[in-house]
């Protein structure tokens, strides 16, 4: 059973559109929830993170929408383009656990 | 630049053959961990370490084990492959008590 479920599986935008991504989680003593990128023939790399005493936080483009009392978490990706093509996992975690959610696969359209 | 290298990017190997994956972290981290991702179920955690010789299992430890003799290395041992461990291996390590993980390029094995 995932603790961390994400949606959606897949996500197809044109470039310059917004394209968001949502996780929620079940574990109240989740206390960091970042995101991370993977590029097709690499590994997952973390994109920006955010704890729950904050409701939301930007990064650039990226930016992390948080809603404790929900318990969900978005990423929104301002302005998208075709180099942001590429699988984002959210996971959330406490200092000795941490859970991913199943991915999303972004596609940017030129 | 810090890196967690996976020797192995791609491995074919046969039904019941002894599999090694070896990850080498060179950031003096204390945890390291092996992830199993496969689509739509996302990463999914094998076997973790905290600390050199020792190890927990994680989620899905069945018909893995792991060696970790040295702080650098962690490997991931898979003693009777099987079909269904056909994926892609991902090994991370982070510092005592921090949450972000680096990880690795990946091996992606697969099982004939």
């Known amino acids: 059973q995932q603790q961390v479920k994400q949606s959606p599986q897949s996500l197809i935008v044109q470039k310059g559109g917004i394209s968001i991504i949502n996780c929620a989680y079940e574990?109240?003593?989740?206390?960091?929830f970042p995101w991370y990128q993977q590029f097709p023939g690499k590994g997952p790399a973390l994109l920006i993170a955010i704890r729950p005493d904050v409701s939301e936080k930007k990064e650039g483009r990226f930016t992390i929408s948080f809603n404790k009392s929900a318990k969900q978490f978005s990423l929104h990706i301002m302005d998208s383009q075709p180099g942001d093509s590429a699988t984002y996992f959210c996971?959330?975690?406490?200092?000795?656990?941490?859970?991913f959610g199943a991915g999303t696969r972004l596609t940017v359209k030129p | 630049d810090v890196k967690v290298t996976q020797s192995s990017r791609y491995l074919v190997k046969r039904t019941g053959e002894k599999v090694f994956l070896e990850c080498v972290q060179d950031m003096d981290h204390e945890n390291m961990f092996w992830y199993r991702q496969d689509p739509g179920l996302g990463l999914r955690l094998i076997y973790f370490?905290?600390?050199?010789?020792?190890?927990e299992k994680g989620d899905i430890p069945e018909g893995y084990s792991v060696s970790r003799e040295k702080k650098e290395r962690f490997s991931l041992i898979l003693e009777s492959a099987s079909t269904n461990q056909t994926s892609m291996y991902l090994c991370a390590s982070s510092l005592s008590g921090a949450n972000v993980l680096t990880f690795g390029a990946g091996s992606r094995l697969t099982v004939l």
């Open positions: 370490s905290y600390d050199v010789k020792m190890k």
């Open positions: 996971a959330a975690s406490t200092p000795n656990d941490m859970r």
């Open positions: 574990n109240t003593a989740f206390d960091y």
